[in-house]
């Protein structure tokens, strides 16, 4: 792995944490470092940090406080 991707792992803790629980990707990033970006993605996936599961999770929260007001009522 060259120097450049072993940085930007240790310096993101959201990619560290999904290598370490992924470690196939060792063997991927070692033989293409430009593939950084996907190990990015899918990290965000797992952790379900992407933007539609943020959205989704705020309009459950919207919904659970709506049906809050509801019950008050």
Do not use: G
Not at 34 to 59: G, P, V
């Amino acid at each position: 792995m060259d120097l450049y991707t072993i940085n930007y792992i240790k310096s993101n803790p959201l990619v560290y944490q999904y290598l370490r629980v992924n470690s196939s990707w060792y063997q991927r990033l070692n033989r293409d470092p430009k593939a950084i970006k996907e190990l990015e993605k899918e990290a965000k996936a797992y952790y379900k940090l992407t933007t539609s599961d943020r959205i989704e999770k705020f309009s459950h929260s919207i919904e659970m406080i709506s049906t809050f007001m509801d019950v008050l009522k």
